[in-house]
């Protein structure tokens, strides 16, 4: 119908044309507008405001253009075929095997290049040596040594007597502010309360209680100290260690308990290590017995 | 004028027949198959808004004081990457908003690939011939996955350092090489003095290897033809749609200017990952609720659930995290990738296919994708168990109990009634 009449088409199309002439327009002032708030500093969200107009005008004018004004009849095509013919497969097949008897001739040299070619890519994959030392010593190691001092974050050495019942702190070894492997979570519990095993039993003068504060499942800071059921938690996956039992996990998906560091009490109150961790602080990896 | 600049070029080229069928190339038109074209003008975005950005930023670890015009932290002991951030976000002149679009753009990009991937699913596109692009695709999702957590670690604050705490612990984890990945690829125990700019290296180069597969991608679909939804006139022989001149083009370009002018929207309106009130990274800090963007979650919420369990054996330590952290991504990936030929075998079905099929009528399909959806979602949930519980005013402890079983029930039993229903509606239509 529309096509042996000039009028009907025409209005058909008053509709897109309208739209996509408005589209345009707003982008254009938008753009505008974008180029006085970048130039008078204005915030972000007039900036994001004006720009993200300026775009929608454009891609909005293209979309009511497209769809209204053109026409578009749907087209059918062959598709043809993906696969070569057999004679193409052929006529490739001819000319590889010309080139493969060239190089066949010489059997000596394809070995040797092959060889050279290998070794030679040993050189360049060693170089991956030089992003890091061997893991395994850092990996075992932490800085606590028998008599070292803790201290708070700011190296403040800790006293017992500042610390009452249900108090807890980070602490670190004296000196070592930064020794992040060696971060300890210092806390102080009900002396009668505590069930450790036997061979820890001096382990905890006063009720203190010292574990590495480093998750044994995936790394994180065991942040949270639930004073009321002494319990510690894990913030990042919920894992929950009883600390009264030498930090034994209670729950959550972590392995195995928070390694403990023996402490002893001073003549002068200061709190010291009575030795390092009762295990390796972290998450776990094979290369380890 | 055009035309000599184009005879100028056909005359060092040759290009002409070229074009013409470039210009006559029939696109078959459906709303589902802007997908794809969303997720490459996000990467467009990205690439314009990155270059914006690195100039600014600062990959070192190096302690600095901050002494910006962010109030709040002034005087705060911070690494430059921080501080730079917060130069960014407040001292660059539209820095915070180009710094927004680019995390929006980051999420639009891993939000439209992947909702094509199950485009590409569930209508059997990945179907004899294009298993691969299927590959490429995956291989592009990965790339994506692994170039956003970089960057979203970059600006060093306490929120991402958390991230890369667990990332690290989850390679470390990797049998036997572990301790060697995790130290190659962070520089140490983390957090190391090189962490940030080996991760800042790695953002900026991974892009390339996603522009060249991109590019491979594109020439695939080309020399393949894009796949007809099913209708009259479209067969395996037949092609039907518009040409790509002028219709589909300019419709094309409209949709980059509208996904860009949406991307703008958000950047400029809608506050993302306020790094200034995270906080600098600090070693024995965390904040609870720590939540990774929503690409990662699953993954966090597998850690979350899976069970308390170090096994030592001969020497030995096979880390719990092992299981979750790196077998599950490996066997979703693996499943993901080999599922073209996994189903080529079970239905014996090695046909070429062009024409793509409604979910309903392949029942088995749509089922086992419906069931893997819905263990992607038990897993997001647990991403975030704390949160719900809190809001939802329960505990920690009964929410993940009811995670786990929910975890392997709910797959399952959403697998099973999809599978009757398709079934049903696949009876009721034929």
């Not at chain 1, 060239?102 to 040596?129: C, D, E, F, M, Q």
């Not at chain 2, 996994?342 to 309903?360: C, N």
């Not at chain 2, 993940?400 to 049903?424: D, F, H, K």
Request: glycine residues 10%; charged residues 15%.
């Amino acid at each position: 119908m529309s096509r042996d009449s000039g009028m009907p088409k025409r209005d058909s199309r008053r509709g897109p044309l309208l739209r996509a002439v408005s589209a345009f327009v707003i982008s254009i002032a938008a753009a505008g507008a974008f180029l006085v708030f970048y130039w008078s500093d204005r915030g972000t969200a007039w900036l994001g405001g004006s720009l993200a107009l300026a775009f929608a005008g454009v891609g909005a004018g293209m979309v009511f253009w497209a769809h209204g004004m053109m026409p578009d009849e749907e087209i059918s095509e062959d598709r043809g075929d993906l696969a070569s013919s057999e004679e193409e497969i052929e006529s490739f097949r001819e000319s590889l095997a010309v080139g493969e008897n060239k190089i066949a001739r010489r059997r000596l040299l394809g070995w040797l290049l092959g060889i050279a070619a290998g070794l030679l890519v040993l050189g360049p994959v060693s170089l991956i040596r030089s992003l890091g030392k061997s893991p395994l010593p850092v990996l075992f190691q932490t800085v606590w040594q028998n008599g070292m001092m803790l201290v708070t974050p700011d190296g403040k050495p800790v006293s017992a007597a500042d610390m009452p019942v249900g108090a807890v702190m980070t602490v670190f070894p004296a000196g070592q502010v930064n020794a992040t492997a060696s971060q300890t979570l210092l806390l102080r519990v009900d002396q009668a309360a505590l069930k450790l095993p036997p061979e820890r039993s001096g382990w905890a003068p006063g009720g203190f209680l010292a574990f590495s504060k480093i998750c044994t499942h995936a790394g994180c800071p065991v942040a949270q100290f639930e004073k009321s059921i002494n319990v510690l938690l894990c913030p990042c996956h919920q894992s929950a260690f009883d600390v009264l039992r030498g930090a034994v996990v209670v729950g959550g998906p972590a392995g195995r308990p928070l390694p403990q560091l023996p402490l002893r009490i001073g003549r002068d109150g200061i709190l010291r290590a009575g030795g390092d961790f009762s295990g390796t602080p972290g998450p776990e990896f094979w290369n380890k017995a | 004028m055009i035309s000599r600049l184009a005879r100028w070029f056909d005359e060092r080229l040759g290009a002409a027949s070229f074009a013409r069928r470039a210009l006559d190339k029939v696109f078959p038109d459906h709303w589902s198959f802007m997908l794809g074209e969303i997720a490459l003008f996000s990467f467009i975005i990205l690439v314009g808004t990155g270059l914006f950005l690195a100039p600014f930023f600062n990959a070192s670890e190096t302690r600095v004081v901050y002494e910006g015009s962010y109030q709040a932290l002034k005087g705060v002991d911070m690494s430059a990457a921080y501080r730079s951030t917060l130069q960014i976000s407040f001292d660059v002149r539209a820095g915070l908003f180009v710094r927004q679009m680019h995390h929006w753009a980051a999420l639009i990009f891993m939000g439209a690939i992947t909702i094509h991937l199950l485009r590409i699913f569930f209508t059997g596109a990945f179907r004899r011939p294009r298993e691969i692009n299927w590959i490429i695709g995956l291989t592009l999702l990965a790339l994506a996955m692994f170039n956003d957590f970089t960057g979203y670690s970059a600006p060093d604050d306490l929120l991402s350092g958390t991230g890369l705490r667990i990332a690290y612990s989850v390679l470390l984890s990797v049998p036997f090489i572990g301790d060697w990945l995790a130290f190659i690829m962070f520089g140490g125990n983390v957090p190391a003095q090189v962490t940030i700019s080996r991760l800042y290296g790695m953002h900026v180069v991974v892009p390339f290897f996603i522009l060249a597969l991109l590019g491979l991608h594109l020439m695939i679909l080309w020399r393949q033809k894009h796949t007809n939804c099913p209708g009259p006139g479209r067969s395996n022989q037949r092609i039907v749609g518009s040409r790509m001149w002028p219709v589909y083009s300019t419709k094309f370009t409209g949709l980059f200017f509208l996904v860009f002018a949406a991307i703008a929207t958000l950047g400029g309106l809608v506050e993302i990952n306020p790094i200034w009130l995270f906080g600098p990274f600090n070693a024995d800090a965390v904040s609870s609720g720590s939540q990774p963007d929503w690409y990662i979650i699953w993954l966090e919420g597998a850690l979350r659930l899976f069970p308390s369990a170090d096994i030592r054996i001969a020497g030995h330590t096979i880390p719990g995290l092992f299981f979750p952290g790196v077998i599950l991504p490996l066997v979703m990936f693996g499943l993901l990738y080999f599922w073209p030929f996994i189903e080529a075998r079970v239905t014996g079905d090695r046909e070429l296919h062009h024409v793509l099929q409604p979910p309903v009528a392949s029942p088995v399909r749509t089922a086992i994708g419906a069931a893997a959806i819905t263990f992607l979602l038990v897993l997001i949930v647990a991403g975030s168990q704390d949160v719900v519980a809190v809001a939802a005013g329960g505990s920690v402890v009964t929410l993940r109990a009811a995670l786990r079983i929910l975890v392997a029930a709910g797959p399952a039993a959403v697998g099973i009634i999809t599978y009757l229903w398709c079934r049903s509606l696949k009876e009721r239509t034929s």
